[in-house]
């Protein structure tokens, strides 16, 4: 232990020597002493500055003064050592996405890395014994969509692919929101994102396309409608653009196109002009070559390209949104443009009517009533498709989905070190035994259509992606299954595994040795592209013992992914939904062979990683209206949240009321707080203050239903529901009923008991994210209208 403290030290010292002389880029390449590996080292720095990537001026993060940040280049074998200075006023970090290098290093802070505290530099230092493409981000809460993150090369030290240039094109989206505004917005419940982009479903459509009956199907099972994205972006980048021009490509040329999906919270259709392209690579790592146009590339994700610049003009690199709401271009060579195919926005009404024609069961829970008491497969049998032939809950379609691809590693068998740093087994990794082939393991998912065309969705699979090496491990070795059910709730939009946020949960133990299979069933409707640090595992896909290898895996709606892993690491390794907002949301959990801490982390708890992912976050709405004004001030984390509502009416009609509830799963609350309201209509005479408590519940169908009792011990039932009619435009209404028997106090007039009833009804028109027309009659208040602001 003194040890290492006097270790730890010195390095801290050596990195401020180091970053007094450091330049903003520098890059040299020297024979090192490092095992006599030669070194090449980098600096980057990280600030706050304002860009314009969608025609507004606001503050982003850049490196090296740019967004993305500076091409890293390495050949396999040397040493890397990279300095990185945070010159913004927030700590800061950088994660290595997809190399193989040891744990401290890895760049999850508080986890496996010290944070970067402003003002300060950090050092990385590792042996590259791999090649490809790979990129590096901040892994402190939502940077990355800000515009930290940038891309990695790694020259093999024998090219095997024939191409005579490369191009590197970074993909990612932009907005000029501030990204944790994002994030609470999206916590508050909201369509805003979905109108603003064009796939909102409002009722009129609905019905015009005769899908009323689906729609309520969704409702019933408690969801709006099929999602697909969740945020509204401005602008979609190729290289920090949202069009690119590279006129130098000659007629004829070879190209590599190391294409990389940095975007934080959208996957990309991939289409390109003038010319089939062949995948070389996935995830860095070669596969067999095959000639693919519109291709599906999940975030965290990276394919490598050939293409050959066309005769007769400059070929179009185009990338759609997933969701249709917006492209960006790049283009190569000179001449008449030839266009990349168009992708057609997604249908999201006939997916919702094709859905409801299936037996399936929408909705699992993000959260449990007993989070420690996880039982995945009976989550399995209770959700997803229910079959009946005694197979409830297996997710039946061979997951064509048409994504993306992986190769096997170059495995140095004479060299067990190099072997091992690769994460990707020893010898045992080169035997040739067959995977498992029952529809699980196989990557069997989906949901076969009732005509039996194919899955609804079919088209996003791996099984055009295969290794050129056998990838498999040895009968003998002991294998390890685990069943991890994708978990979501968007209405408060909290994210999980099995039904359980990574604040609630356990580490997974990982056993040195064994190869761990983990089988991912996504129960929401939502893409998750699933990234483990520090290791590649098998995809397993039609291709059987050559399936191929990846760090990020995307797990389609409704379907089931396999992978697997010969654990022969050290230390504990994260391992998340790589859409930012998701993992914030808690979908992630940690890995652990279960060794020692670095004691270099003894500082930094990881307590306060995982609290990150269960923030408070506060949200309100006003009512300025004719009649009224209201206000409702929210606070919520996973579990527990504030509420505090005030209505005044200009007739002198008043109630406000403080209240504390505990979540205790998706959609129950019990409660308790205060209310104090005027007892005499359009009177402020007389005011009381009652304490009262109950049970707050999101019912099928998605009504909101209050039902409580006070300390005068007289009930109370409210019932509310909102329901976008048009487009922007919704409508919604509110009935209450008290009942007072006398139980406490006595009744006037010798009655056996009184009733109050409140009710509202009314209609808001969108105008922006913050600002609503809306009008309003109230029992109480009588009718009126004015503007509702959100913030």
């Given amino acids: 232990m003194k040890n290492n403290k006097i270790v730890f030290l010195i390095s801290v010292l050596l990195t401020s020597v180091f970053s007094v002389q450091a330049q903003n880029l520098t890059e040299k390449s020297a024979e090192g002493n490092v095992d006599n590996l030669p070194v090449r080292e980098y600096t980057i720095t990280l600030k706050q500055e304002m860009v314009n990537k969608a025609g507004k001026e606001v503050k982003g993060m850049t490196i090296n003064g740019s967004i993305p940040g500076p091409t890293l280049r390495f050949t396999e074998g040397e040493y890397a050592v990279i300095y990185v200075k945070n010159e913004m006023d927030v700590e800061t970090s950088v994660h290595w996405h997809g190399l193989l290098l040891p744990n401290f290093y890895d760049g999850v802070p508080y986890l496996t890395t010290p944070p970067i505290e402003p003002g300060h530099t950090q050092k990385y230092e590792f042996p590259l014994k791999q090649s490809g493409t790979y990129w590096y981000h901040s892994h402190t809460m939502l940077q990355e969509q800000s515009g930290v993150y940038g891309s990695i090369v790694i020259e093999p030290k024998e090219e095997t692919i024939e191409y005579d240039k490369e191009l590197v ?37 609905v019905i015009a396309r005769g899908a009323l009956g689906a729609q309520l199907n969704f409702w019933r099972q408690r969801m709006e409608s099929a999602d697909i994205a969740d945020i509204y972006y401005p602008a979609f980048l190729v290289n920090g653009e949202q069009k690119q021009d590279y006129p130098d490509f000659k007629p004829g040329e070879k190209v590599r196109l190391r294409i990389i999906n940095g975007a934080a919270s959208t996957q990309f259709w991939m289409t390109f002009g003038g010319g089939e392209p062949t995948i070389v690579s996935a995830d860095g790592l070669n596969v067999e070559p095959v000639a693919h146009n519109k291709t599906f590339i999940a975030i965290a994700e990276t394919y490598d390209f ?75 049998q209770n959700w997803g498709m229910q079959m009946k032939d005694g197979m409830s809950g297996m997710n039946m379609d061979n997951t064509k989905n048409d994504m993306s691809m992986h190769q096997g590693m170059d495995m140095k068998k004479d060299d067990p070190e190099e072997t091992k740093m690769s994460g990707m087994g020893d010898d045992k990794m080169m035997q040739t035994s067959q995977p498992s082939t029952d529809m699980e393991s196989a990557g069997m998912g989906g949901m076969n259509m009732p005509d039996g065309k194919g899955g609804l969705f079919s088209e996003y699979n791996y099984d055009y992606l295969k290794s050129p090496d056998k990838t498999t491990y040895s009968e003998d070795v002991p294998v390890k299954e685990i069943l991890l059910n994708l978990t979501g709730n968007m209405s408060r939009y909290i994210w999980s595994m099995n039904g359980i946020p990574l604040s609630e949960t356990d580490k997974i133990k990982i056993n040195e040795g064994e190869v761990t299979r983990i089988t991912f069933n996504n129960l929401t409707m939502m893409h998750h592209p699933m990234h483990l640090h520090g290791h590649f595992f098998r995809v397993i896909n039609e291709n059987g013992e050559y399936s191929p290898l990846k760090h990020t895996v995307n797990v389609p709606p409704m379907q089931k992914v396999t992978i697997e892993f010969y654990g022969n690491e050290y230390g504990d390794w994260f391992f998340h939904c790589h859409i930012l907002y998701h993992m914030m949301g808690g979908m992630a959990r940690v890995i652990s062979y279960d060794t020692p801490r670095d004691p270099r982390m003894e500082p930094y708890p990881v307590s306060k990683l995982v609290h990150e992912t269960n923030q408070f976050y506060i949200w309100g709405m006003a009512d300025i209206a004719s009649h009224t004004g209201a206000l409702n001030v929210v606070s919520s984390n996973i579990r527990n949240q504030f509420n505090l509502a005030v209505e005044y009416g200009w007739n002198e009609n008043i109630e406000t009321e403080f209240s504390y509830e505990y979540y205790l799963y998706d959609y129950v609350r019990v409660f308790g707080g205060v209310n104090v309201e005027n007892t005499t209509r359009n009177s402020l005479d007389s005011i009381k203050t009652t304490a009262v408590a109950g049970i707050r519940w999101f019912t099928p169908y998605m009504f909101n239903v209050d039902v409580r009792i006070d300390n005068e011990l007289r009930p109370r039932v409210g019932i509310g529901r909102s329901l976008m009619l048009f487009p922007k435009f919704s409508v919604f209404g509110y009935y209450e009923y008290q009942l007072d028997a006398g139980l406490v106090n006595k009744l006037e007039n010798n009655v056996d008991f009184t009733k109050e009833i409140v009710w509202s009804a009314g209609a808001e028109y969108l105008l922006s994210r913050n600002f609503s027309l809306m009008g309003s009659y109230d029992n109480r208040f009588g009718g009126g209208g004015g503007l509702s602001v959100r913030f």
Avoid: H
């Avoid at 993909?171 to 064009?198: A, H, I, Q």
């Avoid at 919702?352 to 699992?364: C, E, L, Q, V, W």
């Fill in 169 to 205: 094109m970074v993909l990612s989206d932009w907005t000029n929101e501030n990204p944790m505004s994002v994030l609470r917005f999206l916590k508050r419940g909201t369509e805003w994102y979905n109108w603003r982009k064009g796939t909102a479903t409002p009722l009129n459509q």
């Fill in 306 to 380: 050939i293409v050959t610049i066309p005769e007769g003009g400059k070929m179009e690199f185009k990338i759609t949104a997933q969701d249709g709401s917006g492209t960006a271009s790049a283009f190569l060579g000179q001449g008449d443009m030839l266009p990349a195919p168009s992708v057609p926005r997604p249908d999201k009404i006939g997916m919702m009517m094709k859905m409801s024609k299936m037996d399936m069961r929408m909705g699992a829970p993000a959260l449990k009533f007993r989070p420690k008491q996880d039982d995945p497969e009976k989550m399995m």
